[in-house]
C-alpha cells in the first residue's frame, strides 16, 4: 500500500517535473502561445514568457521531490529522508493553502492562471502534500 502511494505522489510529480522542463527547452506545451503559457501557470500581469532557466531549476526540484516520495516507501529510509519528507509535505501543503487567499488572488490575477489555480493547481499541491505527509505518518505506526 505505501508503494502504491509514494507512486501517487510520483506520478504528478513526474508530469509537472516533465512540464517544466518542455517549458525550460523553449515549449509552450499545453499552450499554442508562449504568451498563453505565461498566462495560465504564472497569472502575474507584465509576464508574456515563462523563464527557462527558473523553469529548469523547478524542474529538477519537483523531480527531486517525487525521489524522496518513492524513497519514503523503502521500508527503512532513514532520518533525513524522513526530514525531507516532511519539509515537502509542508511546502506542498503551504503552496496548496496559500492559493485561496486573499493576498495571492490579488497577486495572480491573471485569468486563466486565477481559475486553474483554484480548480485544480492548488487542490493538486494539497493532495501531493498529504500524500506525503502520509508517507510520513506511515513510518509510525
Do not use: N
Not at 524513497?71 to 532513514?78: C, E, I, M, T, V
Not at 492559493?99 to 490575477?109: E, N, V
Amino acid at each position: 500500500m505505501i508503494s502504491g502511494i509514494a507512486s501517487l505522489v510520483f506520478i504528478p510529480l513526474l508530469a509537472i517535473a516533465a512540464a517544466h522542463m518542455i517549458w525550460a527547452l523553449g515549449g509552450s506545451y499545453p499552450a499554442r502561445t508562449p504568451e498563453l503559457l505565461a498566462r495560465t501557470v504564472l497569472g502575474t500581469k507584465g509576464r508574456d514568457r515563462v523563464p527557462r532557466l527558473a523553469s529548469a531549476v523547478i524542474s529538477l526540484l519537483i523531480l527531486a521531490a517525487g525521489i524522496v516520495a518513492l524513497s519514503l516507501a523503502d521500508p527503512a529510509p532513514g532520518a533525513v529522508m524522513i526530514g525531507l519528507g516532511i519539509a515537502l509535505a509542508l511546502v506542498f501543503a503551504g503552496r496548496g493553502l496559500i492559493g485561496y487567499t486573499k493576498a495571492w488572488q490579488a497577486r495572480t490575477p491573471v485569468e486563466p492562471f486565477r481559475t486553474m489555480d483554484r480548480k485544480f493547481y492548488s487542490p493538486l499541491c494539497l493532495a501531493i502534500g498529504a500524500g506525503f505527509v502520509f508517507l510520513i505518518v506511515w513510518r509510525f505506526m
